[in-house]
DNA sequence: ATACAATTAAAACAGATGTTTGAATATAAG
DNA sequence: CTTATATTCAAACATCTGTTTTAATTGTAT
C-alpha cells in the first residue's frame, strides 16, 4: 500500500525533527550535533543528510514546522481584530493586538507537548549568534512583523514610525526573554517561590508590554 | 626592569581578550574557534591555554573585566538614589532605579570604542544557548539582579513579588534585545530610514520599561 | 517470485576543534 | 656572561564535526 510506505518515511522524518527540536532548543543550533540529534531519535547518522540534505535545511524544516501554523493563527487575529474595530468605526486596540501577537506562541506550546521545546526554541532563534539560525528565522518572520506594525501604527496614530519600531522590539525582547525563561531547563532562574505559570506569565507580560507601548510621546 | 616583563605580558593578555570579545560577540562562544581569536591576536594559538589554562576561562575573563566596573557603577547609582530618597523621606523613584540599571550598559559601550562588541556580547550572554557562557554570566549577574529586585520592591511596594520579579525580568529581555539591535552587524534589522542612534534608544527603552513596570496592579 | 525503487546501515571522508608537548626564544637577576 | 624563569612557537594530539559513499535491507508493484 502507498499508506504504509509514506507512513514509514515521515516517521523517521518527524523522529528526527522532534529530537532536533528537543536538542536545538537546549543546546542550540552549533552546539548540537547530527549524531546527538540521530542518537536521540533512533535513527542512522546518514538519514539527516537522505532526508533533508543538510543540518542548516533541516533546522529550516524544524522552524517552519512550528511558525507556520503560529503565524497563521495570528494572521487570523489580527483579522479579527480589523473587522470588529471596522464594525464599531473605531481604531483597533493596541492590547488586542498584542495579545494577538504574544498569546499564540504560548498556547501552542501548551497544546502539543513536544512543542514545549519550541518555545525555548524560538525564544532562542530570534537572539542566536549563529548566522544560519538568525537569517532562516527572520526570513519566517518579517512578514508577521511587517504586519504587526500595520496594525500597531493604526492603534497608535499619534507615535511616531520609529517609536512604534522600537517600542515592538522591546516587546519582543521581553516576550523572547519571558519564553527561555518559561523553558524546562531556565527555571533555575526563578525565585524560589514565584511563579512559573504560563498562563499568568501571559497576562504579567501583556499587562507590561501594552502599558508600555501606550505610553505618551 | 618588572614593569617591561609584564607589560609584555599582559600585552598578549590584552591583545587576545580583545578579539575574544569581538569575535565571541559576533559569532557566540560556540561559533568562534580559538584559531580564529589568536589569528585576530596575532599571537601563537598556544597562548590562550598559556594565559587562560582554557577557552572557557578566557570567556570568564573577558565578561568579568567589562561586568565588574559595569556593576560597580550601576551599585554606585542605586545608593545615589537610595540616599536623596532617605534626604527626601521619599521612595526612591522606579524610573531612576531603570535608568541606573540600564544607562551604564550603552554609555560604557560608548566611551571605551574597544567595549563597543561588549554591548553586543552581554546582550547575548544573557541568553546563549551554551550552557558555559550562562552560567558564567549569571554567576556575574545574580547579585546585582538582587540589589535591583529589593530596590524596585522599595519603590513599587503595592506590587507583589512575581509581577516585580517578571517585570524586571521582561525589562531585561527588552534591555538585551536593544543591545543586541544596536550592535554593528543587527542594523540589518531596522527598517530603512529608523534611527539607530544609541542615546534615541536608551530613552525610548527607559520610557518603555518604566511605563510598564509602574502599571497598577 | 521478480524487478524496481526507497530506505536504512556501517564505514570512511576531509576538515575543524580544544588542548598538549617540547624545543626555541626572550627576559630578568646573579 | 651565566643561569633561571617566563614566554613564544610550530607541530602533533585525540576527538568531534557534517557529509559522502557503498552495500544491505525493506517495501511495492508487476
Redesign the interface.
Known sequence: MNKRKSLIRTDTKHSIMDAAEYMFA??????TSLRAITGRAGVNLAAVNYHFGSKKVLLEAVLLRRIQPLNLERRRRFEEIRDNARKLRKKPEAELILKAFIEPVFYFGESDPGSKDFITLI??A??????TVRKVF?KFMRSIFELL?KMMSEALPGLS???I???L??????????M??CSPDMKE???S???TDTS??IE??I???S?????R?
Open positions: 537546549r543546546n542550540g543550533y552549533k552546539g525564544g532562542r530570534i537572539v542566536d549568534p549563529d548566522d527572520h506594525f514610525r520609529d517609536v519600531f522600537w517600542r522590539h522591546f516587546t519582543i525582547g521581553a516576550m523572547a526573554h519571558a527561555r525563561i532562574l526563578a525565585h517561590g514565584t511563579a499568568a506569565v504579567h507580560l499587562r507590561f508590554v502599558k508600555g507601548m501606550k505610553a510621546r
